[in-house]
């Protein structure tokens, strides 16, 4: 009786799971299969329409959709950049200052914040600054958003660190500086990776701050489709969205990948 109650717990568990799993990834899919439908309107392939890839073709040739996905690389690469620079000296230097441990609430909360709000706040800022429509300003506004989540993830594997492995090297002559560039960056290596991955996906889907912010030839991909649809969902708008999908799943699956290896090696 007791074997057989648990093998319904067991089957119930794994229906759930994959009820949630299928709720999740069913408009992933959806978006994808609408990218390959030939037709010149929206739609799901059949065995009948056949699939396409003259979609994707038109995506990539396109002056201003390939504008948009470069400037949305460069955009996230410097925003990864940027967060990695600040995070990683916020996330030492407070684990040494326990009385400002409370900053990293004050730091995260821009993740909280609508990204309405963020963008007309950068919209004012940077327009008084004179820099609104440049790279600049989107890299300094996605950053409200890598910060955060570049910090949360060096917080949690720096936290997850043996402090016995610091105290050893400083014990053995090591100043601080070269036991953090010894001992701790070479740990928090995988972290420093999922940091930017994170920071670098978060800033390729941001749409809102960017249609705030950019302009003239400074324009990401999701600003670039977001016009388009407004008036007619065409497949090559599915299209240029499956490229950001993709890109941002395959990033997502390889910082999950490298954290799981962070946590297992702690």
């Known amino acids: 009786m007791s074997v057989a109650l648990g093998f319904l717990r067991r089957s119930g568990f794994h229906l759930f799971a994959a009820t949630v799993v299928a709720f999740l990834v069913t408009p992933f899919v959806i978006s994808l299969l609408v990218s390959f439908f030939p037709g010149r309107s929206i739609g799901l392939p059949t065995i009948e329409t056949g699939l396409t890839l003259d979609w994707y073709g038109i995506v990539l040739t396109d002056p201003l959709y390939r504008q948009g996905l470069v400037n949305s690389a460069v955009v996230g690469v410097l925003v990864a950049a940027v967060s990695l620079t600040l995070a990683l000296p916020l996330v030492i230097g407070l684990s040494r200052t326990p009385r400002l441990r409370w900053l990293t ?9 609508p990204t309405v ?23 300094a506004a996605h950053s409200l958003w890598g910060l955060p989540l570049a910090m949360l993830v060096l917080k949690a594997a720096h936290d997850r660190l043996d402090p016995g492995l610091l105290e050893a090297a400083r014990s053995l002559g090591a100043g601080a500086a070269r036991a953090t560039w010894e001992v701790t960056l070479p740990l928090l290596g995988p972290a420093l990776v999922v940091g930017a991955i994170l920071a670098f996906v978060a800033s390729l889907n941001e749409l809102v701050m960017s249609l705030f ?27 240029a969205s499956s490229i950001l999908l993709v890109v941002a799943l395959v990033a997502t699956g390889l910082a999950y990948l490298l954290w799981r290896g962070q946590t297992n090696r702690a």
């Open 213 to 239: 912010l950019a302009g003239g030839n400074v324009r990401t991909l999701p600003t670039v489709v977001w016009p388009q649809v407004r008036h007619a969902v065409r497949p090559d708008v599915a299209a």
């Open 117 to 139: 709000i963020l963008g007309m706040q950068s919209l004012v800022a940077f327009e008084a600054l004179g820099i609104r429509g440049s790279l600049l300003s989107i890299v």
């Open 105 to 113: 609430g004050a730091i995260v909360i821009p993740a909280t914040v």
